[in-house]
C-alpha cells in the first residue's frame, strides 16, 4: 500500500491545476482539519502517523482508477441508440430499474448518464425516469462490491465480511424496488417508456462480478479491492483486442484507445482524487485524536440502536452535501474504539451511502442531473424525500436484525 500511497499523492500534485476550484477548497478544508489535529498531537508529544498519511485511501483510489477502465467497453454494455425499440408500461418500468442497478452495479455512474440521455425528451428528464435511475442506482452501494462505498466500507471497517455486507444489502434492495414501483404507480406507469436492456448488455458486469466473487470465495484473504483493481482493466484491454480482431476498420486501435484513456479520462477524476486523499488526511488526524484524548462515539457498545443513530446521522450530513467519504472517514475513528462487529459498522456505512447518494440534492449524480436537465433542488427533495424516509427506517429495523446488533 505505501508505494500505491505515494503515487496517488504524485497524482494529486500532479493534477492540482486542473481541478476545479470548488474541489480545491473543499480538499483544503479537509486537509487543514487533519494536519491541525495531527499537529496539536504532536505538540503533545504524540507520534506523526506517517504510513497513514501516505497510504490514506489508495486502495480506493486505485479501485475507482481500475473501474474507469469500464469506459472503454460502455458503448457495448449499454447500447443506447436503440430509440425505437423501447419498451413502455409496468413491465418496461421494472426492466428499466433492474437495468440501471445491475448494470450501475458494475459500470458504475456512466450507466446513469447513458440511459438518461435516451429517457431524457426535448431536454428534460421526467419525474419518472429520474426517481427510477437514481434510487435503483444509489440502491447499487448497498451491496455491490465495485462501488466506492463498499471499497470506503472494507477500509473504514476493517475485518467486514464480504458475503454478509452483500447479504445485508440485497433484501434493502428489494425495498427499494418495492417503494419505487409504488411511486412510479402513482404517476401513470402504463406511460412509462423504458430504456432497452438486452442480455448482451449484461454479459461483462455478469462476468465480472462471478469471477471475482468466486476468486474471493475460492480464498477469502484475496483483497476484493486488489481483485477489482486487477481484474477490470485486464478485462476492458482484452475486450479491446477483441472487438478490434472482429471489426478491424470500424475501431481505433487499442493503444489508441488507452493512450485517449490514459490522457483525458483518468485526468478528469482529479475532483475525485483530492477529495479522497483529503478525507484519508481528516481519517489519520481523527485517529491521532482519539489515540491522544480517548474521544469516541458516546456510547459503551455499538449495536442495533447505535448502528441506526449513526445511520441518521450520516444520511442527515450528506443532505446537506457532505460527501458520503467525510462521514464515513470521520466516524469510523470516533467509533472503532468500542471493537464493534466489522461487519455491522460496514453495513451502516453503506446503507448511509446509497441513501445519501439517491436523496441528497447535492450529491454528485444529482447535481450532474440538475444541470443537465434544469431539474430544480425542491424537485429532488420532494421527489426522493419520502423514499429516503422510508429507506432509512427500513433500514435501521434491518439493522435491529443484524445478528452483531
Not at 487543514?32 to 497513514?52: H, N, Q
Request: hydrophobic share 60%; net charge positive; with cysteine.
Amino acid at each position: 500500500m505505501l508505494p500505491a500511497g505515494v503515487f496517488a499523492w504524485f497524482a494529486g500534485l500532479l493534477l492540482w491545476p486542473r481541478a476545479p476550484k470548488q474541489s480545491k477548497i473543499q480538499a483544503l478544508v479537509l486537509a487543514s482539519l487533519g494536519f491541525g489535529l495531527i499537529a496539536w498531537v504532536v505538540k503533545r508529544g504524540g507520534p506523526i502517523p506517517w504510513r497513514f498519511l501516505i497510504e490514506g485511501n489508495a486502495a480506493l483510489i486505485a479501485m475507482l482508477a481500475a473501474i474507469s477502465f469500464l469506459q472503454l467497453i460502455r458503448t457495448s454494455t449499454v447500447a443506447d441508440n436503440d430509440q425505437e425499440n423501447r419498451p413502455r408500461g409496468r413491465k418496461a418500468a421494472l426492466q428499466t430499474l433492474l437495468g440501471v442497478h445491475f448494470i450501475g452495479a458494475v459500470i458504475n455512474l456512466t450507466t446513469v448518464f447513458i440511459m438518461a440521455r435516451v429517457l431524457a425528451s426535448s431536454g428534460k428528464l421526467a419525474r419518472r425516469h429520474y426517481v427510477a435511475l437514481t434510487r435503483l442506482f444509489g440502491a447499487a452501494a448497498f451491496w455491490s462490491p465495485f462501488f466506492a462505498s463498499m471499497a470506503a466500507a472494507l477500509i473504514y471497517a476493517p475485518g467486514a465480511e464480504l458475503g454478509a455486507l452483500i447479504a445485508f444489502g440485497l433484501p434493502l434492495v428489494a425495498v427499494a424496488l418495492v417503494v419505487t414501483l409504488w411511486d412510479l404507480n402513482s404517476v401513470d406507469v402504463q406511460d412509462f417508456r423504458g430504456y432497452p436492456i438486452s442480455v448482451a448488455s449484461l454479459w461483462v458486469p455478469s462476468f465480472l462480478a462471478c469471477t471475482i466473487l468466486s476468486l474471493h470465495a475460492w480464498n477469502a484473504e484475496l483483497s476484493i479491492l486488489g481483485l477489482i483493481s486487477a481484474l477490470i482493466p485486464i478485462t476492458a484491454v482484452c475486450y479491446l483486442f477483441f472487438n478490434r480482431a472482429i471489426r478491424k476498420s470500424r475501431t481505433p486501435t487499442v493503444f489508441a484507445s488507452l493512450r485517449q484513456h490514459l490522457r483525458v479520462n483518468l485526468p478528469r477524476m482529479s475532483p475525485e482524487l483530492l477529495l479522497f486523499l483529503s478525507a484519508g488526511v481528516l481519517a489519520a488526524g481523527i485517529t491521532v485524536a482519539v489515540m491522544e484524548f480517548g474521544i469516541g462515539f458516546y456510547s459503551a457498545e455499538f449495536g442495533g440502536p447505535e448502528a441506526a443513530v449513526l445511520l441518521v446521522t450520516l444520511v442527515l450530513a450528506a443532505m446537506v452535501g457532505v460527501h458520503p467519504i467525510i462521514g464515513v472517514a470521520a466516524s469510523s475513528p470516533l467509533i472503532l474504539p468500542l471493537n464493534p462487529d466489522p461487519s455491522l459498522l460496514a453495513s451502516t456505512f453503506l446503507t448511509a451511502w446509497g441513501i445519501g447518494v439517491a436523496a441528497s440534492p447535492l450529491s454528485g449524480m444529482n447535481l450532474a442531473l440538475q444541470g443537465a436537465y434544469s431539474i430544480k433542488l425542491a424537485e429532488i427533495i420532494r421527489w426522493n424525500g419520502r423514499y429516503a424516509l422510508i429507506m432509512v427506517i427500513a433500514a435501521a429495523a434491518l439493522l435491529q436484525l443484524h445478528p452483531a446488533a
